[in-house]
């Protein structure tokens, strides 16, 4: 069956530090996958794309890897703040999929404490 | 941030009560999906759109119905609500070409 893991359900770090958070999938053929963040009671908020022929990708504090060889991402946030804490949602397409549409994740809710 | 709303933002109801959750888009984005989410559970979707007069069935199963009567507007809605129709409810919508998708706040609903 499909499954797509995150870690924990919840990781829970001290300010400055970097956040590791890990998606791993089954049964997936992703052309590509992305990372949202999503508030308590909000809507998911998108944060960054990586293609399956990309190793890393960077934007600001957060850096996305992707191995199609492990069928696994991580993502990390440096010098991790408060403000970063949230659930993080792992998604993917898949290419046996129509209309683009993503397969999302449970999420590891992260807080960063001061 | 993304031009995508959704009304209510919270609904409490009796059962058996018709009711319409609200979708609007100012994005001219052609996709559109409806979720359904439960604390601490993944995103399942319920209905999508590939644009005008266009409307799919999801993963999972839902009683609800959606229409796409515009390109800006994507509502659904519940004949007959009941207890197992409480959740969240999240609209998102996407550009054609595109991999990003936008979501509204999202409506709370809780039938009693």
């Known amino acids: 069956s499909q499954k797509i893991e995150q870690n924990s359900e919840a990781l829970n770090i001290q300010e400055g530090k970097t956040a590791t958070l890990t998606c791993n999938y089954t049964?997936?053929?992703?052309?590509?996958l992305q990372w949202y963040r999503q508030d308590p009671g909000r809507g998911p908020v998108f944060l960054l794309l990586?293609?399956?022929?990309?190793k890393e990708k960077r934007k600001e504090r957060l850096k996305v890897t992707f191995d199609t060889t492990l069928k696994q991402s991580l993502f990390h946030i440096t010098a991790s703040q408060p403000a970063d804490s949230a659930t993080y949602l792992c998604?993917?397409?898949?290419?046996?999929?129509?209309?683009?549409?993503?397969?999302f994740g449970r999420g590891t809710q992260l807080t960063v404490w001061p | 941030e993304a031009d995508i709303y959704q009304t209510p933002r919270y609904l409490v109801i009796g059962t058996g009560k018709k009711i319409t959750l609200e979708c609007s888009q100012t994005?001219?984005?052609?996709?559109m999906y409806w979720y359904q989410q439960d604390p601490g559970m993944e995103l399942h979707l319920i209905h999508y759109?590939?644009?005008?007069?266009?409307?799919e069935k999801g993963d999972l199963s839902s009683e609800s119905t959606v229409s796409r009567i515009r390109t800006e507007h994507f509502p659904l809605t519940l004949e007959s609500a009941r207890p197992s129709h409480t959740s969240q409810y999240l609209c998102?919508?996407?550009?054609?070409?595109?991999?990003?998708?936008?979501f509204g706040p999202g409506t709370r609903l809780t039938v009693l």
């Open positions: 998604a993917l397409d898949d290419r046996g999929s129509t209309l683009g549409r993503l397969y």
């Open positions: 049964n997936y053929s992703p052309a590509y």
């Open positions: 990586i293609r399956e022929n990309e």
């Open positions: 994005m001219g984005h052609d996709k």
């Open positions: 759109s590939y644009g005008v007069n266009s409307t």
């Open positions: 998102a919508s996407i550009v054609s070409g595109g991999n990003e998708q936008f």
